[in-house]
């Protein structure tokens, strides 16, 4: 499309900012922020035919979602850099000018809004991609806010222009009242709009010809349309940086990086002044403290990956090799004036859980780290970098639990399966909503709630919400076969809706969520309606046993599996739990049996991943996770003693 500066060149002139671009990509999960900046790096020119194509992968060959999770789920989880030089070819035949554009990739799902949050402070404006059929939705809500709260001026893509359902008129309606919903300026009011199908990898400011494009694969005026709108929009209304570079050094820490050779690297921008390899610099810690340190190196983003360099200057993002210290948050400043600027702020936690050291019959078959001592190491770690997630190492006798505290379910569950292949073993409690005390009362966090089903389904997802304190606020159609619902539910009753509101539409339902507020707390109890089966035994479960407990309920095991005395082994299809030997083998006898030559087909059984058996299991139950295996099971294991505390817990509640 565009010629560009080779990868290896040396940075635009620093003489001028004008020609430096810093943008941020928002949208809501799976609007296609991802997808098109891959198509924005192969069309910059600043890479080598086939380079990029070696670099895809995953469900949707991506480029920027590198990460093993990111691939494996089709999700965007950690915030990313990279950039590109941009080459403006000249009108009236003169030199062309080199843009330098720093594109800051960022997570759509609601439980990652921490990465959105610490990235916003780099950019100087903001692509707001909408899906040109599904349009605001509420990770779009949450994402333009904080946008606005950045003072950041939207340039809104319409993407997915090409799919047969596409309504652009009414989206681009949508994204103007939610911008009016949020108290946006006047002037954040006027945004500019693209048009664009970031897979086919064509864009253009005709709203007539993106509509005309519906069902198709180009554009059917200009078969060779190309990404250049997008560049041009991004040159004409995201502001070059106006940061002074006669002022004192003062640089923002918002994003960690490690290399087992270097160590810990901070990225972030260059608010005023300038940084330089091997200068002396003051690292101000976010409570005010202020430590020596020197730059070992100097690293600029550059397609994909950094460049060593001399000199960064105000405006630029880079990356600080050698530091002896350095978390998010922190200032880089000139150490004859060491001020501090604002530090990062993320919203609070909602959702929390207790980790706790595994003390099953099988602790310590499959994991290599299971200690109570080498947890909480892993935890500081992971505080390093994740800024949404908050520890209480206080938690419980021993200092063998402690009280994890994140954005959702999701949030935590990543950073648990992150653990597991990491060789961590480890038992996890009932995810609880982190409730509030304002002015002596009890406040639960409130979350909306967006469901898309088909027409069929939509008696059966309002009555599995309406079960959970959901209040329908919207109900409108989409297309001849969807409905669109929006609720507000408690934080609480989402926990185990997504599996149940995917078994009630057959798998149609798409269903997504964001904080709203906190509300005072509804004292209704949302647990789970049925009791579970409970194994008496610690051996291998047979097929005789399967076979004969196939009438008490759906299974979770499979025959061959080892399981233990007081480990969950399926649910019961009443509501009280049930104590069962799964592991009964089938007396043998010289009497022949008149069933003998008949063939017994078991049930098929359920097999839960993490994060549905972190939404399935109740107060007096954990989640065991080794690098091999999930089971769900009593946290107190032996029968007897189960009872005895559960006759406590009743006497308690009668005085």
């Known amino acids: ?70 691939r494996e789920r089709g999700i965007t989880i950690l915030s990313k850099n990279c950039a590109v030089d941009y080459v403006r070819p000249s009108v009236d035949g003169g030199r062309p000018e080199v843009f330098h554009i720093n594109i800051i990739d960022t997570p759509g799902h609601a439980d990652f809004g921490g990465e959105v949050e610490r990235v916003m402070r780099m950019a100087d404006g903001c692509l707001l991609l909408v899906d040109a059929s599904e349009g605001a939705m509420p ?37 103007f009242d939610l911008l009016v919903e949020l108290g946006a300026d006047d002037h954040a009011l006027e945004f500019p709009i693209v048009y664009s199908s970031g897979r086919a990898g064509w864009s253009t400011e005709n709203m007539d010809h993106a509509i005309m494009a519906a069902g198709k694969d180009h554009l059917p005026d200009d078969a060779k349309a190309d990404l250049r709108p997008i560049f041009e929009a991004i040159l004409r209304h995201v502001p070059a940086p106006t940061d002074d570079v006669t002022l004192p050094l003062q640089m923002l820490i918002t994003t960690l990086d490690y290399n087992d050779y270097v160590g810990r690297i901070g990225i972030g921008r260059v608010f005023n ?38 000199t960064v200057r105000a405006g630029d993002i880079c990356a600080l090799i050698g530091l002896d210290t350095v978390d998010i948050g922190d200032t880089i400043a000139d150490p004859e004036s060491p001020k501090g600027l604002p530090p990062v702020l993320v919203d609070e936690p909602t ?20 200690t109570s001592r080498q947890i909480r190491d892993r935890l500081e770690k992971e505080l390093q970098h994740n800024v949404a997630l908050k520890v209480n190492f206080g938690v419980g006798q021993g200092g063998e639990e402690f009280g994890v505290s994140g954005r959702g379910l999701l949030h935590l569950g990543i950073l648990l399966e992150t653990m597991r292949r990491e060789g961590f073993e480890l038992a996890v409690g009932k995810p609880q909503v982190v409730i509030k005390n304002i002015e002596g009362v009890d406040h639960e966090p409130i979350e909306w709630l967006v469901v898309d089903c088909p027409n069929t389904a939509v008696g059966s997802v309002m009555e599995l919400v309406g079960i959970r304190k959901g209040e329908i606020k919207t109900m409108e159609p989409r297309g001849d076969a969807m409905t669109h619902l929006e609720f507000e539910i408690p934080a609480r009753g989402l926990i185990g809706l997504r599996s149940r509101l995917l078994t009630a539409t057959q798998g149609e339902a798409i269903m997504h969520h964001t904080f709203e507020r906190f509300a005072p707390m509804n004292n209704a109890s949302l647990g789970r309606t049925q009791g579970v089966l409970i194994s008496i035994e610690t051996a291998s479960v047979t097929h005789h046993a399967c076979e004969l407990l ?28 049930l104590v069962v030997n799964i592991t009964r083998l089938k007396q043998l006898t ?45 946290r107190i294991l032996d029968e007897s003693m189960r009872k005895r505390a559960e006759r406590s817990a009743r006497d308690k509640d009668e005085v």
Do not use: W
């Open 139 to 175: 990770q779009t809500r949450f994402v333009l806010s904080k946008a606005i709260e950045a003072k950041l001026k939207p340039i809104v893509v319409v993407n997915k222009c090409d799919r047969p359902d596409a309504r652009i008129a009414e989206v681009i309606n949508e994204v």
């Open 351 to 370: 959702l929390s859980m207790v980790f706790r050291v595994n003390d099953s019959p099988f602790a310590g078959q499959d994991g290599d780290y299971v």
């Open 1 to 70: 499309m565009t010629t560009a500066t080779a990868p290896n060149s040396p940075p635009p002139s620093t003489s001028a900012t004008s020609r430096l671009r810093n943008v941020a990509i928002i949208a809501h999960v799976d609007h296609g922020k991802t997808t098109l900046v891959d198509q924005l790096l192969k069309q910059s020119g600043n890479f080598r035919a086939g380079e990029l194509e070696k670099l895809a992968g995953g469900q949707h060959d991506l480029i920027m979602d590198s990460n093993e999770l990111e």
């Open 550 to 577: 196939s009438d008490r309920g759906v299974l979770f095991v499979v025959p061959g599996e080892k399981v233990y005395a007081g480990q969950v082994i399926g649910e019961h299809t009443r509501d009280n739990d």
């Open 590 to 634: 010289n009497m022949r049996a008149a069933s003998k030559e008949a063939t017994v087909v078991l049930r098929q059984p359920r097999l839960l991943t993490l994060e549905a058996a972190l939404e399935y299991i109740e107060d007096d139950e954990l989640v065991e996770i080794t690098p091999k295996s999930v089971r769900m099971r009593k």
């Open 273 to 310: 002044g300038q940084i330089r390899s091997g200068q002396q610099v003051a690292v101000v810690k976010i409570d005010g403290t202020i430590k020596s340190s020197k730059v070992a190196k100097l690293m600029r983003f550059a397609g994909l990956g950094r460049m060593e360099t001399d």
